[in-house]
């Protein structure tokens, strides 16, 4: 495998990757999630040996999960905090984000205890396809319907690590202009409103490290270098978020292993660290090959590493549209929207609507 995939490629305007990355993790959520909770033993016998590697396979039609509507709340909540910002008043960015995932919780059907604020609608609020439930976390919808705004120090769901923050989390990593602290910290905070494990909240702020980098410019393995080095440096540490991430850079060095060998080394990805690892993985192990002077082969388009990427992802026993979803992120912050295929766009859900939470995150940071 190259040591350095993606250098040659042209940068794509921060507009790009900000789509790119919400519609790429869309559709890594989307595919995942007709699997979700099926063994690969299951997933095979519906799909073949190959398992689901398109949305044509799909007779009933693709739905996104709970990864996608969290994401696009995060958006909102972000973009809210960036609206007080942009107008010369200072928001908490937390408290803003704390009532973008109260309307979510709304959305849902729960109700947060009269001690909790009542947020005001906003736009996002009134699209029908996100008030669908789709196997949202527990720990997502204990934790808010506490009541209880969560942070580091007095945290709710303290023993809670589930894959619910960090598959929420790449939005923070697409705001530009803020120091990788900040956006480490914005992540983790965030992820302290619903679970409290240090894992969790550390592999959120992995991961919006990641995209952060990757909007920056970085390679892939430049930016995951960076950030394994940041992750070993936390004060802190969990040290099972370091383990599976090294072991995802280890394993993705021969290529494409099976499913199998994928949860035996990485885990199912219902938690934290293993749904960072197993996403990461899957783009690092379908990632192009570069010749000697570092060309591109004109058959690795972005688009393929996509397909590839995300069908390596889904197909395990396991939380695939959380691991799925992450994938798509990486990917789609990277590349931009050249690596999106057009037949699955086609195939997704309600496209308009992320677009829509896109353009006003892109409207308040270039604003």
């Not at 099976?258 to 934290?272: D, S, Y």
């Not at 993985?281 to 379908?286: I, K």
């Not at 393929?304 to 396991?318: D, I, P």
Request: hydrophobic share 40%.
């Amino acid at each position: 495998m190259s040591t350095d995939p993606g250098a040659d490629t042209r940068q794509p305007p921060l507009e790009s990757r900000i789509h790119g990355c919400l519609l790429g993790g869309a559709l890594g959520d989307s595919l995942g999630y007709a699997v979700e909770f099926d063994s690969i033993e299951e997933i095979r016998g519906r799909f073949g040996n190959d398992g689901l590697r398109e949305f044509a396979a799909l007779d009933g039609g693709s739905h996104f999960s709970d990864d996608t509507q969290m994401t696009l709340y995060t958006v909102d909540g972000l973009v809210e905090a960036l609206e007080w910002a942009n107008s010369g008043v200072g928001a908490d960015v937390n408290a803003c984000l704390w009532l973008a995932y109260l309307r979510w919780l709304a959305s849902q059907g729960e109700a947060a205890p009269p001690s909790a604020p009542e947020p005001q609608p906003r736009w996002i609020d009134k699209q029908a396809v996100l008030r669908h439930r789709r196997a949202p976390g527990n720990a997502c919808l204990t934790g808010l319907a506490s009541g209880e705004m969560g942070t580091v120090f007095r945290p709710v769901n303290p023993q809670s690590k589930g894959s619910g923050t960090v598959m929420r989390s790449a939005p923070f990593g697409l705001v530009p202009h803020i120091t990788p602290d900040a956006v480490y910290k914005l992540s983790a905070d965030a992820a302290s409103l619903t679970h409290g494990h240090p894992s969790a909240r550390q592999s959120a702020g992995a991961f919006s490290l990641l995209i952060h980098r990757l909007v920056a410019g970085d390679s892939l393995h430049a930016a995951v270098a960076a950030v394994l080095a940041e992750v070993r440096g936390l004060d802190g540490l969990a040290p099972e978020l370091p383990q599976r991430l090294e072991a995802a850079v280890r394993l993705a060095g021969s290529g494409p292993t099976t499913p199998e060998e994928l949860v035996r080394e990485l885990g199912e990805g219902w938690v934290a660290e293993e749904a960072l690892a197993v996403g990461l993985y899957a783009v690092l192990a379908t990632a192009p090959d570069l010749d000697s002077s570092g060309a591109r082969n004109p058959d690795d388009a972005p688009e393929n590493h996509f397909r590839a990427a995300v069908a390596l992802a889904v197909n395990h026993s396991g939380d695939s549209d959380s691991t799925g979803s992450i994938a798509g992120n990486i990917l789609g912050a990277f590349y931009g929207e050249a690596c999106l295929p057009a037949s699955w766009l086609d195939a997704l859900e309600a496209p308009e609507v992320i677009r829509g939470m896109a353009d006003r995150l892109v409207a308040v940071t270039t604003a």
